[in-house]
């Protein structure tokens, strides 16, 4: 069945630091791929997607390219801030589906 | 702004007490789900409605159900929470129709059981 593989935290990080999240996926169609972004407390939020392959998705100085032939979809951000101290979760979702699978998350603490 | 709600943000129950959660949405989706996160893991869906279609999942206690009396809300019964039902409860909408399914979640409810 479809699956999400993401690496194991926490990532800890000095603030403007180089950020990258590693994110695999098994998928026998042609998936949709998204992050999700979880602060302490909170529910999730989404905070970037990609429809087909080499989409690049972003937002907030958060990216992720869909690559098919490697079946990924990184997460990197240039300059890490305090504030983007979280649980990041990668997910898939198959065309027409109802259903999101979740990798594990993965916690990245940022430290001044 | 178009959002899903859901009251109350803390929830606090006695061992064997029923319990109802509450979701709302102002998205007029036609999918809401129920999601059951413990300990920063990754949410676990238990069931979801599409439209009055009620699909749970296989591995779902009895002891969760839920109803949908209208399209902006959706409810969660636990009849008889236990200690292990303790955990964050996640309501999410989504919308078909655009190929993929971007789910929009609530703030969530955190449950604890006496």
């Known amino acids: 069945g479809d699956s999400v593989t993401q690496m194991e935290g926490p990532v800890t990080l000095s603030e403007e630091a180089f950020l990258t999240i590693n994110c695999t996926y098994t998928?026998?169609?042609?998936?949709?791929l998204f992050w999700y972004v979880q602060y302490p407390g909170e529910g999730l939020q989404l905070l970037l997607k990609?429809?087909?392959?080499?989409d690049k998705g972003s937002n907030k100085g958060f990216e992720a390219t869909y690559r098919k032939e490697t079946t990924s979809f990184h997460l990197e951000k240039g300059s890490v801030q305090v504030s983007d101290s979280a649980v990041y979760f990668c997910?898939?979702?198959?065309?027409?589906?109802?259903?999101?699978?979740f990798g594990t998350g993965t916690r990245l603490q940022v430290f001044p | 702004d178009a959002m899903v709600i859901q009251n109350p943000r803390y929830q606090v129950t006695q061992f064997g007490k029923p319990v109802t959660l509450s979701c709302s949405q102002t998205?007029?989706?036609?999918?809401m789900y129920w999601y059951q996160q413990k300990s920063s893991q990754a949410p676990k869906l238990l069931f979801h409605?599409?439209?009055?279609?009620?699909?749970n999942e296989a591995d779902t206690p009895d002891n969760f159900q839920s109803r949908r009396p209208n399209t902006s809300f959706c409810f969660l019964d636990i009849r008889s929470p236990g200690l292990g039902d303790a955990a964050m409860y996640l309501c999410?909408?989504?919308?078909?129709?655009?190929?993929?399914?971007?789910?929009?979640f609530g703030p969530g409810t955190r449950l604890t059981v006496l």
């Open positions: 998205l007029n989706h036609n999918v």
């Open positions: 999410a909408t989504s919308t078909p129709g655009q190929g993929y399914n971007e789910q929009f």
């Open positions: 998928a026998t169609g042609y998936p949709s």
């Open positions: 997910a898939l979702s198959e065309k027409n589906t109802d259903k999101l699978i």
């Open positions: 990609a429809t087909k392959a080499d």
């Open positions: 409605y599409y439209d009055k279609d009620f699909n």
